[in-house]
């Protein structure tokens, strides 16, 4: 099991919301990213392409540039700590847990 994989296990049900964007786009590059390296540029190796992080995660490339844009702010817990995984961070630095909507309260 990779050392980035979240311990817990999470209740069923529960997805998980991008913290930020911003955040977010520090690990991927960017249209701008891509701009600025076209200009010569120097830019940020350790960033990873939307395309090959969505290959590595198993999802369509569509759905990270979603995240990236802030189009799509949610995903399923799974995909959530393989997009950690990938990027080598704790699931919590990019992603908050949000509880089932069964369990919430209502006023």
Avoid at 38 to 52: L, T, V, Y
Avoid at 85 to 105: A, C, W
Wanted: net charge positive; hydrophobic share 35%.
């Amino acid at each position: 099991m990779s050392p980035f994989r979240t311990k817990c296990r999470w209740q069923r049900g529960t997805y998980m919301r991008l913290a930020s964007k911003e955040r977010f786009k520090t690990f991927v590059y960017t249209k701008q990213d891509m701009d600025a390296i076209k200009a010569g540029h120097p830019s940020d190796f350790r960033k990873i392409s939307q395309r090959k992080l969505a290959k590595r995660v198993g999802v369509h490339p569509s759905f990270i540039n979603h995240l990236v844009s802030g189009y799509r702010t949610d995903c399923t817990t799974e995909v959530a700590e393989s997009i950690a995984e990938v990027l080598g961070l704790d699931v919590t630095v990019l992603f908050d847990p949000q509880e089932p909507i069964s369990n919430r309260k209502t006023a």
